[in-house]
Structure formats: structure tokens, C-alpha cells
């Protein structure tokens, strides 16, 4: 094979993984949670409502979208008529949230790198239960040796729990309170 053949297919394999790379969006840092942050799918005030929260960035637009609780935000990514495409999805570390009601603006992480509780007794902000975020597997474990429930990660959370019904049962949840 030419020697000059060699070189010209290597010069363009480079260029090429060079334009992925420029097509590629830079993950925008998250947002801190203002009044004018409402919930996506409830169109409320996102301050209003208790525990963890989550904001997705997508691609093409300035502002994140905010949802009530995590649930929704693994939900909306689950959906095959939300089209658009995420850049970053930044969830509330309730590891890191000194309070249940208000996780605060600094616990926000990376929604891949989360340990997730679900099916435990608390339930989110819009009184469904919750997909309960947390920065380490041992914090996880912790909430649920104490809340009940079952530690997965994100690809492991089942279709039906985030897009099924929803059936509360009052007795056995806890909807304010302490982590």
C-alpha cells in the first residue's frame, strides 16, 4: 500500500474524531433554584415543594428545565415523545442535604454517578414516591436500612416504578421530617 495513501486516511481519521469532539456540548454546571424555577410537568414553583429535586439541561437551550422531584426527571428521560436531547442531569445528594424539605443549592450531582433509594417510605415533593439521590453507596445503604427500600443505580431503576401508577398509602409513607 502507498506510504502517501497511509498518511492522507490517518490525517482524516483525525480530522473526523476532531469535528465529534467540536460537536460535542460542554455540560453546563448547575443552577441554583430560584422563584422563577418551576417544575416541568406541574408548571409549580419549585420551592414550594419538599425533597429532593432535579434540573435537566438540554441541548440548545439556556435555562435547565426543573422537576419536583427525581422521579419525574428519570421519567422525562425515559419517554419516547421527549425528544429532546440532555446535555447534563444534575439530582440533590441527600447525603450532602442537611434537611429533607430543602436539600439545599449545594448538593447537586451528576444523575450517573448517584446511588439511588427507591421504594422506600418517604415520598418526594408531589406526594409520589421518590427516587432518593445520594452521592455514595454507603449513604445510600444507610437512608435505606432506615426508610426501607432497595439501592440501585441509574440504569437499574425499573421503567414501571418512575412511569407507572401511583398508589399512596398514607400510613406507610412519612411526607415531612427529618432524613
Given at each position: 500500500m502507498n506510504i502517501g495513501l497511509?498518511?492522507?486516511?490517518?490525517?482524516?481519521?483525525?480530522l473526523m474524531g476532531c469535528?465529534?469532539?467540536?460537536?460535542?456540548?460542554?455540560?453546563?454546571q448547575?443552577?441554583?433554584?430560584?422563584?422563577?424555577?418551576?417544575?416541568?410537568?406541574?408548571?409549580?414553583?419549585?420551592?414550594?415543594?419538599?425533597?429532593p429535586k432535579a434540573q435537566i439541561h438540554l441541548k440548545n437551550l439556556m435555562h435547565p428545565i426543573w422537576?419536583?422531584?427525581v422521579r419525574d426527571a428519570v421519567a422525562f428521560t425515559r419517554l419516547p415523545e421527549e425528544m429532546q436531547e440532555p446535555v447534563a442531569i444534575y439530582v440533590n445528594d441527600m447525603e450532602k442535604a442537611r434537611q429533607w424539605d430543602f436539600p439545599g443549592d449545594d448538593t447537586w450531582i451528576d444523575?450517573?454517578?448517584a446511588f439511588f433509594v427507591i421504594?422506600?417510605?418517604?415520598?418526594?415533593?408531589?406526594?409520589?414516591?421518590?427516587?432518593?439521590?445520594f452521592g455514595t453507596e454507603a449513604g445510600a445503604n444507610g437512608f435505606a436500612m432506615q426508610h426501607g427500600g432497595q439501592?440501585?443505580?441509574?440504569?437499574?431503576?425499573?421503567?414501571a416504578y418512575v412511569l407507572g401508577p401511583v398508589e399512596i398509602d398514607l400510613q406507610k409513607h412519612t411526607v415531612t421530617g427529618a432524613l
Amino acid at each position: 500500500m502507498n506510504i502517501g495513501l497511509i498518511g492522507a486516511l490517518l490525517a482524516a481519521i483525525v480530522l473526523m474524531g476532531c469535528n465529534e469532539q467540536s460537536a460535542q456540548v460542554d455540560a453546563p454546571q448547575p443552577v441554583a433554584m430560584t422563584e422563577e424555577a418551576v417544575g416541568h410537568y406541574c408548571q409549580m414553583n419549585i420551592l414550594e415543594h419538599t425533597g429532593p429535586k432535579a434540573q435537566i439541561h438540554l441541548k440548545n437551550l439556556m435555562h435547565p428545565i426543573w422537576f419536583s422531584q427525581v422521579r419525574d426527571a428519570v421519567a422525562f428521560t425515559r419517554l419516547p415523545e421527549e425528544m429532546q436531547e440532555p446535555v447534563a442531569i444534575y439530582v440533590n445528594d441527600m447525603e450532602k442535604a442537611r434537611q429533607w424539605d430543602f436539600p439545599g443549592d449545594d448538593t447537586w450531582i451528576d444523575i450517573e454517578q448517584a446511588f439511588f433509594v427507591i421504594n422506600s417510605n418517604r415520598i418526594g415533593g408531589m406526594g409520589a414516591p421518590e427516587t432518593i439521590p445520594f452521592g455514595t453507596e454507603a449513604g445510600a445503604n444507610g437512608f435505606a436500612m432506615q426508610h426501607g427500600g432497595q439501592v440501585v443505580k441509574l440504569s437499574e431503576i425499573p421503567d414501571a416504578y418512575v412511569l407507572g401508577p401511583v398508589e399512596i398509602d398514607l400510613q406507610k409513607h412519612t411526607v415531612t421530617g427529618a432524613l
